[in-house]
């Protein structure tokens, strides 16, 4: 089925990236809450409707840790993608409250079994794995979303700037290479060490520039997960970050990994964990609201 703007019932804003506004909407057919996602483009009809024609793959093939597609269309030069509404938000409003490691260990593996689905199943790679675009809701399911689907899309967004958190891997930011899987795993590594730390490795209070932060990235050893960490979590980590994209493992070989394997999956409580992690966001985005407290770390 087709949807259109005037089915949805418009909620609160969920959040607002560099390309648009992502909004919680209701849609009254199907009495389904979604997520809708604007950006706005300067394209022609004939490109709109490339992108729509492009998204439709979506339709087709389904996947426990991808975040279910529900339709697409644009008004003007707006393009409205409808997607599946994540409760607990994303991975970087979450952390916060600390994340043990097996539960890392668990949204580690739903975020390889997605990239792996994109690949083997749609043959497209991602190419913005970061905390943003990993989405958890109070069931305890870790999604991914905002992959590059759409060819047309992603050359369209491609000419907007990068931000100040980069998770370009060192050799498309030193040699501009294309982007290759090679390049998803390392945004993958830098994602989990985030996501562990609670804090983006490369902090730009610590450089003074963009440049100095991309300098970094391609000129110095990677970061690493310090020793609190078990040797399987780390050794994960550093397989990641390695430096040579040729060196980073496959994600059949990832899915091998001890740090993946180690825990039973039945046994851990990642629900448990996303409804206190959502709980404490609630928490301190009431207060930010209320002008109490610290604002949240964006
Ligand atoms: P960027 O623009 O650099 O990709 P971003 O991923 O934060 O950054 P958006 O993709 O526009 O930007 O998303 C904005 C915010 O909306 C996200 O950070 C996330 O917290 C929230 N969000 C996005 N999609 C959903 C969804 N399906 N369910 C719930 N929250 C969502
Ligand atoms: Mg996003």
């Known amino acids: 089925f087709k949807i259109n703007m005037e089915e949805l019932k418009l909620l609160e804003e969920l959040g607002k990236g560099q390309y648009g506004t992502v909004q919680k909407?209701?849609?009254?057919?199907?009495?389904?809450t979604m997520a809708m996602k604007e950006t706005r483009l300067?394209?022609?009809q004939s490109k709109l409707n490339s992108i729509l024609m492009e998204l439709d793959v979506l339709h087709k093939s389904q996947s426990p840790y991808i975040v279910e597609f529900y339709g697409a269309f644009f008004i003007e030069t707006c393009v409205y993608y409808c997607?599946?509404?994540m409760d607990a938000g994303s991975l970087d409003k979450l952390y916060q409250i600390g994340v043990p490691e097996d539960v890392l260990s668990m949204i580690t593996l739903s975020m390889v079994r997605g990239l792996k689905f994109l690949k083997d199943e749609l043959s497209i790679i991602h190419r913005d794995v970061k905390p943003t675009n990993v989405l958890i809701n109070s069931q305890g399911q870790v999604k991914l979303c905002d992959f590059?689907?759409?060819g047309q899309l992603v050359q369209s967004l491609a000419k907007t700037h990068i931000g100040c958190q980069s998770?370009?891997?060192?050799e498309r930011i030193s040699q501009g290479q294309m982007y290759t899987v090679q390049s998803d795993v390392w945004s993958l590594g830098l994602s989990i060490l985030e996501t562990a730390e609670g804090s983006y490795p490369y902090p730009p209070e610590k450089y003074n520039s963009v440049f100095a932060q991309l300098s970094a990235i391609v000129g110095s050893p990677p970061p690493a997960l310090p020793d609190t960490y078990s040797e399987d979590a780390r050794a994960f980590v550093a397989l990641c970050l390695l430096k040579d994209a040729k060196d980073r493992p496959t994600y059949a070989?990832?899915?091998?990994?001890?740090f993946l394997t180690k825990y039973d999956e039945s046994e851990v409580d990642v629900k448990g964990w996303a409804v206190?992690?959502?709980e404490a966001r609630l928490v301190r985005e009431e207060e930010a609201k209320n002008g109490k407290g610290p604002a949240p770390p964006s």
């Open 83 to 85: 997607m599946e509404y």
């Open 253 to 258: 070989a990832l899915l091998e990994h001890p």
């Open 42 to 44: 300067e394209l022609d």
């Open 148 to 150: 590059g689907v759409s």
């Open 276 to 278: 206190k992690a959502m």
């Open 25 to 32: 909407v209701y849609h009254k057919p199907t009495n389904v």
């Open 167 to 170: 998770y370009m891997a060192p």
